[in-house]
């Protein structure tokens, strides 16, 4: 069983990594993918506009303080008892 707080905690730093990510596609000028090959395949997305890219950006921006607030609700127990995790309470 895991304790609200670490599991909170944990779901944070993705979102974190999820926003700055976001963030980092958001401002692109040209697609980092094109051209680039893996094992003589082109790279998945290298056929990407810079618009679809800053897009998928924003996209991210968008979802990741969602994604947390949902998690956060979960951490304490806004949504019932969830198994595995040890709700987190204001005593």
Excluded: H, W, Y
Excluded at 73 to 91: Q, R
């Amino acid at each position: 069983m895991i304790d609200g707080l670490a599991f909170l905690a944990i779901t944070m730093l993705i979102a974190l990594g999820v926003f700055l990510n976001g963030l980092r596609f958001a401002r692109m000028t040209a697609n980092p993918f094109g051209g680039r090959r893996i094992f003589g395949q082109p790279v998945q997305g290298s056929e990407l506009s810079v618009r679809q890219i800053k897009r998928i950006g924003l996209i991210q921006m968008i979802f990741a303080p969602i994604f947390l607030l949902v998690v956060a609700a979960m951490a304490f127990g806004f949504f019932g008892p969830v198994e595995g995790i040890t709700t987190i309470k204001f005593n």
